[in-house]
Nanobody, 116 residues
Framework: QVQLVESGGGLVQAGGSLRLSCAASGSIFSIRAMGWYRQAPGKQRELVATITTGVYTNYADSVKGRFTISRDNAKNTVYLQMNSLKPEDTAVYVC????WGLGDSWGQGTQVTVSS
């Protein structure tokens, strides 16, 4: 089992920045990749960005050039630096860990609200 705890959400004006953190604990060795998803009211959950243990990254087209995902293996933590935020980025951001042969673990989520 892997436990995930997110932090760093909040309210920011359009054009501003936020950094989300996701700390993993438990069976860290079973993690293949980690990432961030988001879900806005009335919409389906969508992928924002992922990063593998080999630091290969993948981003949704809507955040490319504005968001950066990174990881600190010593702290078992993944970060999402969000710049040039837009009102349409408003959502609950949820941390994900994809596990080798064990499916996925999810965090509780953190609210990000971008005002216009």
């Amino acid at each position: 089992q892997v436990q995930l705890v997110e932090s760093g959400g909040g309210l920011v004006q359009a054009g501003g920045s936020l950094r989300l953190s996701c700390a993993a604990s438990g069976s860290i060795f079973s993690i293949r990749a980690m990432g961030w998803y988001r879900q806005a009211p009335g919409k389906q959950r969508e992928l924002v960005a992922t990063i593998t243990t080999g630091v290969y990254t993948n981003y949704a087209d809507s955040v490319k050039g504005r968001f950066t995902i990174s990881r600190d293996n010593a702290k078992n933590t993944v970060y999402l630096q969000m710049n040039s935020l837009k009102p349409e980025d408003t959502a609950v951001y949820v941390c994900n860990a994809n596990l080798w042969g064990l499916g996925d673990s999810w965090g509780q989520g953190t609210q990000v609200t971008v005002s216009s």
